[in-house]
């Protein structure tokens, strides 16, 4: 039986390019499928060309429907791969499985996820427009709260550069079909398997496959997708964040920094939080900006980062078809080796402690049935100064900082989800005012949670169309 193929997509149309790649094993380095590579003037070519056509006249009420039968399709359908290939939901697991390192349970999760964002479009699409009307993108114009309103299309095609760390990541593109904006996709290279699949979806459920695009390719033709969509999405460290600070045409998804607080009034019951901080820690193996990486509290801070650690010790690596398993193995080990290294030297620097240390059973680092992985780590650190006080790695870990509450928001840095334990009134206050925070739970709730009527990670709506002013005799 022939590997498993991912075409190149132009436009919805196979192209059978001369180049293809090789898609590896993490545990075993054997070729478990090949993936078709564009180059970049393929896509500039294929970018000159307007796009949006083949969504505009679609009623919204038809594209809702299309996407709730593309949910029901990823989930539950054979869908076609290259040459002739099927993919079935058991096969999509275990090759994403072989080649990102991802639990099955994990995967099984995004998936649901996943299949949220497709179900509850209605929901999400209240949320990013504040519940204008939708047929106001059907007509360009209409009326919310008795207003005259009118949009347009910031851009012909929103072109996103994907990481391979979680499917969903994949979450954050699939509304713009529902708003009418064809998709550009560059995959990451170990995790090509969800883009495709969601493409597959939608296609069976009716979309128009002109409004799909779909290139594996090198950093140049990463380069070519963001420079030829007017809107583009690109997944990166704090070097990506700041190369396109400022470009309005770029929504940036770099580092979360995302943070637990905990308010004067509630420290003394911190012990009844250390399930929610321990779960916002650790979900999807650590590996999304929205998992908590530092706790900030005014006082014990030693006790929670202990009892933190306790907790979170007992999470070893298991192998990716455990229903039990929380941690993921690396795709590239190199990567788990230098993590652990920062990890090891931050700690030379005198004012922290790894918490952990004396709860686990052997190293941070560790290999198992062929992958490499790296063992929760909670580090307690003296103040914010600390080097490893605000770091985020692709493996569950945070640090412990004891700050004043009268200090907290001025020390935490941009965080793009806070968990604000308090119920002091002029403590909230604060926490609405404070410009740093992009998603504020209050209460108990995991950074991992998500209300789909609010947006994520900027508004995506706002992203692709502006408003203009309308006056009609």
């Known amino acids: 039986m022939s590997l498993p193929y991912l075409p190149t997509l132009r436009r919805g149309q196979v192209y059978e390019s001369l180049e293809r790649t090789e898609l590896k094993s993490v545990k075993s380095g054997e ?56 993919q079935t939901p058991d096969d999509y ?61 910031t851009t012909e095609a929103l072109g996103v550069v994907l990481p391979s760390n979680s499917p969903g ?158 941690l993921s193995g690396f795709a590239n080990p190199k990567m788990a080796e230098w993590m652990d290294g920062a990890v090891t030297d931050g700690l030379k620097t005198s004012g922290a402690e790894d918490m952990t240390a004396k709860h686990r059973t052997g190293e941070r680092l560790v290999e198992l049935d062929g992958s490499t992985y790296l063992r929760p780590t909670i580090i307690h650190c003296n103040s914010f100064s600390h080097p490893l006080s605000n770091k985020e790695y692709l493996f569950p870990y945070a640090s412990v900082v004891e700050v004043p509450q009268s200090e907290m928001l001025a020390q935490i840095g941009p965080s793009l989800v806070v968990m604000a334990i308090t119920e002091d009134e002029a403590f909230i206050d604060q926490l609405f005012d404070c410009p740093l925070i992009d998603r504020l739970n209050l209460g108990p709730i995991s950074t991992m949670h998500t209300s789909w009527d609010q947006p994520h990670e900027g508004n995506l709506f706002e992203f692709l169309y502006k408003r203009r002013s309308l006056q009609r005799a």
């Open 31 to 86: 070729i478990v499928a090949h993936v078709g590579q564009v180059n970049a003037g393929v896509i500039r070519r294929d970018l000159r060309k307007p796009s949006r056509e083949c969504l505009r006249d679609i009623p919204m009420e038809r594209l809702l429907e299309i996407s709730a039968e593309a949910g029901k399709h990823f989930m539950e359908s054979a869908l076609p791969l290259g040459d002739g290939q099927v």
């Open 93 to 153: 697991i275990a090759q994403l499985a072989a080649t990102s390192g991802l639990p099955h349970v994990m995967i099984r999760r995004n998936m649901a996820k996943i299949n949220q964002v497709f179900t509850q479009m209605p929901t999400i699409l209240k949320g990013l427009t504040r519940g204008m009307p939708l047929d106001v993108l059907d007509n360009g114009y209409g009326e919310q709260n008795g207003v005259p309103v009118s949009y347009y299309a």
């Open 169 to 326: 990541v994949n979450s954050l593109w699939i509304p713009c079909i529902a708003l009418k904006i064809p998709i550009v996709l560059k995959p990451g290279r170990e995790e090509p398997w969800t883009p495709f699949r969601i493409i597959q979806a939608f296609l069976a459920a009716g979309a128009p496959p002109e409004a799909f695009s779909f290139y594996p390719t090198d950093h140049e033709g990463s380069a070519a997708v963001m420079e030829h969509c007017k809107r583009a999405i690109i997944f990166g460290d704090q070097a990506t964040v700041e190369r396109y600070a400022g470009n309005p045409g770029v929504s940036v998804h770099g580092p979360g920094w995302s943070k637990v607080l905990i308010g004067n009034d509630c420290i003394e019951h911190w012990p009844e939080f250390i399930d929610v901080i321990a779960s916002s820690i650790a979900d999807n193996g650590g590996r999304s900006c929205i998992n908590a990486s530092a706790v900030v509290v005014p006082k014990y801070g030693a006790e929670i980062a202990d009892a933190l650690a306790k907790k979170l010790a007992t999470i070893e690596p298991r192998p990716a078809s455990d229903p039990d398993a929380v």
